[in-house]
């Protein structure tokens, strides 16, 4: 009996290193029950439609993990994409070639990143107060690009918009009609193992995890604290840029609420996916396996004709439990 | 150490409860058996007419069924199938009030109709998340597909992948038709602007007047031009000056231009508003002016507290309605019509609106479980001509459906005297409604005025012009659109070009027909292609030899349209001796006949068009169903049950049905 508390506390503290174990589980647990429970679920539509609505927000979340792990928050997420849209819908209306506007696109949510990352950074607030700030502030510059009207791009589709977000047509054949894989699946993936190598083999992902855990003492390692910071926030707008005009890609239109309540999503994936709340602890695997599980179940009920507006109830039972579970496994000794 | 086992096996089942909480709970249905049938044989004794009456007493028997969803849905359509419809919407009756009336409107077809109807909409105003919940609803593979077009460009790529699955897909409440849309839809179920502002001209200036003006608060939005527009042509129909004052949505300025418009234009007396927005002015510039109501004429768009209370005054005549119930219902018929049968909505906007909300109406109380008792006179029957079978059996499934006692009359032969009795004696039982074919408008306009008179609201169906060309003024008739036929029809043939388009008529003078040719040359112009009629007769030789010649005179002619089997048959001919094979040419034409059908298997024949007269009867119970419980109102004085296209793709449907519901 002593010996078998002994080995699930082993097992425990094993599970606790790897911060991801909830997710996963809880996304085997989850797909197991659609997949008896909810018709048409195991079809190569519905498993498309989750990675591909997935992988939309799955870029987001990367960005808004490993700015948790740093420590701070980024509300405004939302409201930068929404921005992102605007800017790359209105300069290409405005006749610049698309490949340029897009990247002043993603540049001018990197602007707004970096807003954020200066602000907190220089007033020494907490980052969800100057976030929420500017969660508000960024929306108002959308509605006032935008007009408090649609953006539509409506001329012919550039190459561009297939490479960023087009169909991945010989995957889709493979499947039966409507399947709807779309490259931003693939993007999605690039960018999560490209942020997962930074964050666990280079020195700067040593710095982030440094400033997130215990800046003080980090700061007298002669990690450059702020700088961190300020690199992850803006790495949070180019990241949200990317989002934007990948969806704006396969969309080509923009509301002036798009995003709009996306920032809490995106929280509540990494939450999920075992990233601490308090900075220091997560990885990409876990804030993306959360991400896919909240979509999963999004799909999910909808295929078992459940009202939609049940699905923040569900979800947030999930937020819950989960972090219940994540702070009982890494309960000290 | 078991405490926290046992912790984490409690968490599991709480988890796996959580699960099962949200598995679907088996749907019950009630079920309505009709129990007794009985036939009764009226035999007057004066005149040896036999009148068949046939009264179907319903006593509701609670069955409970659990109804299973099928694994594999059936191809094609199938009258006994179990329907599983999704409908996707921008808003919810939980967070936007406007929204439960529509929502209720899916609901009580969907309980009369016998279908599942799951609606999906975001849980706050989020057009991508709609985008997602289509495609959701596309993974789910319903029968049928209802969406709000809110953003067409948005929602063009879901939509497709729902009909590249095909699934049938209509749009309502937002959108703008299949065309303006571009997205290839079946119909969008919404109000109808041009109409709206159309028929509100035509009541306001119905005793007469100097002068209209449309108030239009956003001139340049496309919906509230429409609205002036159809003002202002139904003025000046009757000769009555009508032009736009262009205001803003600010109450004070606004109030100004009015009053500064009319000291410019004192003799101005007829009114129109766009909404609230245009209605508040207005009424404080009436009251500034002092006007009262009876010095001048006013009707609005839209329902507000205040304009309900200047309604019941008497200041205002009318609001109109966009009916969002009839959005939400007819949404639902039209996706089980489509599952069920294979009927194809006529045309691409089906109009649900307006809804014209007067003094007389607007204290109307809905009563979903008001007991209807209908009236059909009908100047043929199934028993001697079997076309009328399909027509009967939509109004018995109707009647079913909805709960509804129907009496249905008709005379034993064709005898149109003997039907205008009837509409008499139907009049006399003061039914809730009263369905007619209109096939002689003047012979039956004195009985029909009388059945008006007393209170009834009455449609026509089958036969008829509607109530503005039959000067009767009857609710709507519903029947096949014969310009839309041959413009829909002419737009199919001309999809991928062509050179020259002929239009092949056998009874040139014949209102309907010649509508049918000026759909098809309207349609073949404005994708510029030359067309014109050409006049056949009903002798098959002699119109085979004018069609043989008209294309050695014109043989560039490579689409065709005939307006039924008497300009099919001999069109046939002419190819047969011509030497023309399918492809050679585009041909469509009107009507079903056995060698049409074979044409269409074929592919000599592109299409056939169909009235779908199983609509004209299901249509007329369900038309004043909705007039008795619900006050609401056909918006069009013509309700089109057809162009029904039928294509290779579902004439295999249509002939299995055909004389039962086809």
Same mark, same amino acid.
């Given at each position: 009996?002593?010996?078998?508390?002994?080995?699930?506390?082993?097992?425990?503290?094993?599970?606790?290193?790897?911060?991801?174990?909830?997710?996963?589980?809880?996304?085997?647990?989850?797909?197991?029950?659609?997949?008896?429970?909810?018709?048409?679920?195991?079809?190569?539509?519905?498993?498309?439609?989750?990675?591909?609505?997935?992988?939309?927000?799955?870029?987001?979340? @990367?960005?808004?993990?490993?700015?948790?792990?740093?420590?701070?928050?980024?509300?405004?997420?939302?409201?930068?994409?929404?921005?992102?849209?605007?800017?790359?819908?209105?300069?290409?209306?405005?006749?610049?070639?698309?490949?340029?506007?897009?990247?002043?696109?993603?540049?001018?949510?990197?602007?707004?990143?970096?807003?954020?990352?200066?602000?907190?950074?220089?007033?020494?607030?907490?980052?969800? @107060?100057?976030?929420?700030?500017?969660?508000?502030?960024?929306?108002?510059?959308?509605?006032?690009?935008?007009?408090?009207?649609?953006?539509?791009?409506?001329?012919?589709?550039?190459?561009?918009?297939?490479?960023?977000?087009?169909?991945?047509?010989?995957?889709?054949?493979?499947?039966?009609?409507?399947?709807?894989?779309?490259?931003?699946?693939?993007?999605?993936?690039?960018?999560?193992?490209?942020?997962?190598?930074?964050?666990?083999?280079?020195?700067?992902?040593?710095?982030?995890?440094?400033?997130?855990?215990?800046?003080?003492?980090?700061?007298?390692?002669?990690?450059?604290?702020?700088?961190?910071?300020?690199?992850?926030?803006?790495?949070?707008?180019?990241?949200?840029?990317?989002?934007?005009?990948?969806?704006?890609?396969?969309?080509?239109?923009?509301?002036?609420?798009?995003?709009?309540?996306?920032?809490?999503?995106?929280?509540?994936?990494?939450?999920?996916?075992?990233?601490?709340?308090?900075?220091?602890?997560?990885? @990409?695997?876990?804030?993306?396996?959360?991400?896919?599980?909240?979509?999963?179940?999004?799909?999910?009920?909808?295929?078992?004709?459940?009202?939609?507006?049940?699905?923040?109830?569900?979800?947030? @039972?999930?937020?819950?439990?989960?972090?219940?579970?994540?702070?009982?496994?890494?309960?000290?000794? | 150490?078991?405490?926290?086992?046992?912790?984490?096996?409690?968490?599991?089942?709480?988890?796996?409860?959580?699960?099962?909480?949200?598995?679907?709970?088996?749907?019950?249905?009630?079920?309505?058996?009709?129990?007794?049938?009985?036939?009764?044989?009226?035999?007057?004794?004066?005149?040896?007419?036999?009148?068949?009456?046939?009264?179907?007493?319903?006593?509701?028997?609670?069955?409970?069924?659990?109804?299973?969803?099928?694994?594999?849905?059936? /191809?094609?359509?199938?009258?006994?199938?179990?329907?599983?419809?999704?409908?996707?919407?921008?808003?919810?009756?939980?967070?936007?009030?406007?929204?439960?009336?529509?929502?209720?409107?899916?609901?009580?077809?969907?309980?009369?109709?016998?279908?599942?109807?799951?609606?999906?909409?975001?849980?706050?105003?989020?057009?991508?998340?709609?985008?997602?919940?289509?495609?959701?609803?596309?993974?789910?593979?319903?029968?049928?597909?209802?969406?709000?077009?809110?953003? /067409?460009?948005?929602?063009?790529?879901?939509?497709?992948?729902?009909?590249?699955?095909?699934?049938?897909?209509?749009?309502?409440?937002?959108?703008?038709?299949?065309?303006?849309?571009?997205?290839?839809?079946?119909?969008?179920?919404?109000?109808?602007?041009?109409?709206?502002?159309?028929?509100?001209?035509?009541?306001?200036?119905?005793?007469?007047?100097?002068?209209?003006?449309?108030?239009?608060?956003?001139?340049?939005?496309?919906?509230?031009?429409?609205?002036?527009?159809?003002?202002?042509?139904?003025?000046?129909?009757?000769?009555?000056?009508?032009?736009?004052?262009?205001?803003?949505?600010?109450? &004070?300025?606004?109030?100004?231009?009015?009053?500064?418009?009319?000291?410019?234009?004192?003799?101005?007396?007829?009114?129109?508003?766009?909404?609230?927005?245009?209605?508040?002015?207005?009424?404080?510039?009436?009251?500034?002016?002092?006007?009262?109501?009876?010095?001048?004429?006013?009707?609005?768009?839209?329902?507000?507290?205040?304009?309900?209370?200047?309604?019941?005054?008497?200041?205002?005549?009318?609001?109109?309605?966009?009916?969002?119930?009839?959005?939400?219902?007819?949404?639902?018929?039209?996706?089980?019509?489509?599952?069920?049968?294979? $009927?194809?909505?006529?045309?691409?906007?089906?109009?649900?609106?307006?809804?014209?909300?007067?003094?007389?109406?607007?204290?109307?109380?809905?009563?979903?479980?008001?007991?209807?008792? $209908?009236?059909?006179?009908?100047?043929?029957?199934? &028993?001697?001509?079997?076309?009328?079978?399909?027509?009967?059996?939509?109004?018995?499934?109707?009647?079913?459906?909805?709960?509804?006692?129907?009496?249905?009359?008709?005379?034993?032969?064709?005898?149109?005297?003997?039907?205008?009795?009837?509409?008499?004696?139907?009049?006399?039982?003061?039914?809730?409604?009263?369905?007619?074919?209109?096939?002689?408008?003047?012979?039956?306009?004195?009985?029909?005025?009388?059945?008006?008179?007393?209170?009834?609201?009455?449609?026509?169906?089958?036969?008829?012009?509607?109530?503005?060309?039959?000067?009767? /003024?009857?609710?709507?008739?519903?029947?096949?659109?014969?310009?839309?036929?041959?413009?829909?029809?002419?737009?199919?043939?001309?999809?991928?070009?062509?050179?020259?388009?002929?239009?092949?008529?056998?009874?040139?003078?014949?209102?309907?027909?010649?509508?049918?040719?000026?759909?098809?040359?309207?349609?073949?112009?404005?994708?510029?292609?030359?067309?014109?009629?050409?006049?056949?007769?009903?002798?098959? &030789?002699?119109?085979?030899?004018?069609?043989?010649?008209?294309?050695?005179?014109?043989?560039?002619?490579?689409?065709?349209?005939?307006?039924?089997?008497?300009?099919?048959?001999?069109?046939?001919?002419?190819?047969?001796?011509?030497?023309?094979?399918?492809?050679?040419?585009?041909?469509?034409?009107?009507?079903?006949?056995?060698?049409?059908?074979?044409?269409?298997?074929?592919?000599?024949?592109?299409?056939?068009?169909?009235?779908?007269?199983?609509?004209?009867?299901?249509?007329?119970?369900?038309?004043?169903?909705?007039?008795?419980?619900?006050? $609401?109102?056909?918006?069009?004085?013509?309700?089109?049950?057809?162009?029904?296209?039928?294509?290779?793709?579902?004439?295999?449907?249509?002939?299995?049905?055909?004389?039962?519901?086809?």
């Amino acid at each position: 009996m002593h010996s078998l508390a002994m080995r699930w506390t082993r097992f425990r503290v094993k599970l606790a290193e790897t911060p991801e174990a909830v997710a996963l589980t809880s996304l085997i647990v989850v797909f197991t029950f659609f997949a008896v429970a909810a018709g048409n679920f195991l079809s190569s539509l519905a498993l498309a439609d989750i990675v591909t609505f997935g992988s939309i927000m799955g870029i987001i979340v @990367i960005g808004v993990a490993m700015l948790m792990i740093a420590g701070e928050f980024d509300l405004s997420v939302g409201s930068n994409f929404a921005v992102a849209s605007y800017v790359w819908a209105d300069l290409m209306n405005a006749g610049v070639p698309p490949l340029l506007a897009m990247i002043l696109a993603v540049l001018s949510s990197a602007i707004l990143g970096a807003i954020n990352g200066l602000v907190v950074i220089g007033s020494g607030l907490p980052s969800f @107060i100057v976030t929420l700030g500017t969660m508000l502030a960024y929306r108002g510059i959308a509605r006032a690009i935008g007009g408090s009207d649609f953006a539509k791009y409506t001329q012919s589709r550039p190459f561009l918009f297939d490479v960023l977000n087009g169909p991945i047509t010989f995957l889709n054949r493979l499947f039966e009609g409507g399947t709807n894989f779309r490259v931003s699946i693939i993007w999605f993936v690039l960018i999560a193992l490209l942020m997962a190598w930074v964050l666990n083999r280079t020195r700067f992902g040593n710095w982030v995890f440094a400033a997130g855990g215990n800046p003080g003492a980090a700061l007298e390692q002669g990690v450059p604290v702020k700088r961190v910071k300020l690199t992850a926030f803006i790495l949070v707008g180019v990241l949200v840029g990317l989002a934007s005009v990948m969806q704006f890609a396969h969309r080509t239109s923009v509301d002036p609420v798009r995003g709009e309540g996306w920032e809490l999503i995106a929280v509540s994936a990494c939450v999920i996916g075992g990233v601490h709340l308090t900075g220091g602890v997560g990885t @990409i695997l876990g804030a993306c396996l959360g991400m896919l599980l909240l979509t999963t179940l999004e799909t999910g009920l909808v295929l078992m004709g459940v009202s939609v507006q049940i699905f923040r109830a569900v979800a947030g @039972i999930f937020l819950i439990l989960a972090v219940l579970l994540n702070t009982y496994l890494s309960r000290g000794e | 150490m078991s405490r926290k086992v046992s912790m984490l096996m409690a968490l599991l089942v709480v988890v796996t409860l959580l699960a099962s909480a949200c598995q679907p709970t088996p749907q019950v249905v009630k079920e309505t058996v009709p129990v007794e049938v009985t036939k009764e044989v009226v035999v007057k004794e004066t005149v040896p007419v036999e009148v068949t009456k046939e009264v179907v007493k319903e006593v509701p028997v609670e069955v409970t069924k659990v109804v299973e969803v099928p694994v594999e849905t059936k /191809p094609g359509a199938d009258p006994n199938r179990v329907l599983n419809l999704y409908a996707v919407q921008h808003a919810m009756c939980a967070w936007d009030s406007f929204w439960c009336t529509v929502e209720e409107g899916i609901r009580r077809a969907a309980d009369d109709m016998n279908v599942n109807v799951t609606i999906l909409g975001p849980d706050k105003f989020d057009l991508e998340r709609v985008a997602q919940l289509i495609d959701q609803a596309v993974a789910a593979k319903p029968d049928g597909l209802m969406v709000t077009v809110t953003d /067409p460009d948005l929602f063009r790529e879901p939509i497709q992948r729902a009909l590249d699955a095909g699934i049938p897909v209509v749009a309502y409440n937002a959108g703008a038709g299949p065309i303006e849309d571009k997205i290839p839809y079946l119909t969008y179920l919404g109000q109808d602007e041009y109409q709206g502002g159309y028929q509100g001209g035509l009541r306001l200036a119905a005793e007469g007047g100097k002068k209209g003006v449309c108030i239009n608060q956003q001139v340049g939005h496309t919906g509230l031009d429409k609205r002036c527009k159809g003002f202002v042509d139904a003025l000046k129909e009757k000769g009555i000056p009508a032009e736009v004052l262009a205001i803003s949505d600010d109450p &004070a300025s606004s109030q100004t231009v009015i009053s500064d418009y009319y000291t410019a234009n004192p003799d101005t007396d007829i009114f129109l508003t766009l909404g609230p927005n245009g209605a508040n002015p207005f009424y404080a510039f009436m009251d500034a002016a002092g006007l009262k109501p009876g010095d001048i004429k006013h009707g609005t768009f839209d329902l507000s507290p205040e304009i309900i209370a200047k309604i019941k005054d008497g200041t205002t005549m009318f609001g109109i309605d966009q009916q969002p119930f009839l959005q939400g219902y007819g949404g639902v018929m039209m996706l089980t019509m489509v599952g069920r049968y294979g $009927i194809l909505p006529a045309l691409p906007v089906t109009g649900t609106g307006p809804g014209f909300v007067t003094k007389e109406n607007v204290d109307f109380v809905v009563d979903p479980n008001r007991p209807v008792n $209908i009236y059909l006179v009908q100047h043929a029957m199934c &028993a001697w001509d079997s076309f009328w079978c399909v027509v009967e059996n939509g109004i018995k499934q109707a009647a079913k459906e909805m709960n509804v006692n129907y009496t249905l009359l008709g005379p034993d032969k064709f005898d149109l005297e003997r039907v205008a009795q009837l509409i008499d004696q139907a009049v006399a039982a003061k039914p809730d409604g009263l369905a007619l074919t209109v096939t002689d408008p003047d012979l039956f306009r004195a009985p029909i005025q009388r059945a008006i008179d007393a209170g009834i609201p009455v449609i026509a169906y089958n036969a008829g012009a509607g109530p503005i060309e039959d000067k009767i /003024p009857y609710l709507t008739y519903l029947g096949q659109d014969e310009y839309a036929g041959g413009y829909l029809g002419g737009l199919r043939l001309a999809a991928e070009g062509g050179k020259k388009g002929v239009c092949i008529n056998q009874q040139v003078g014949h209102t309907g027909l010649d509508k049918r040719c000026k759909g098809f040359v309207d349609a073949l112009k404005e994708k510029g292609i030359p067309a014109e009629v050409l006049a056949i007769s009903d002798d098959p &030789a002699a119109s085979q030899t004018i069609i043989s010649d008209y294309y050695t005179a014109n043989p560039d002619t490579d689409i065709f349209m005939t307006l039924g089997p008497n300009g099919a048959n001999p069109f046939y001919a002419f190819m047969d001796a011509a030497g023309l094979k399918p492809g050679d040419i585009k041909h469509g034409t009107f009507d079903l006949s056995p060698e049409i059908i074979a044409k269409i298997k074929d592919g000599t024949t592109m299409f056939g068009i169909d009235q779908q007269p199983f609509l004209q009867g299901y249509g007329a119970v369900m038309t004043l169903m909705l007039k008795v419980r619900y006050g $609401i109102s056909p918006a069009l004085p013509v309700t089109p049950t057809g162009p029904g296209f039928v294509t290779k793709d579902n004439v295999a449907v249509v002939e299995a049905l055909a004389g039962t519901y086809r």
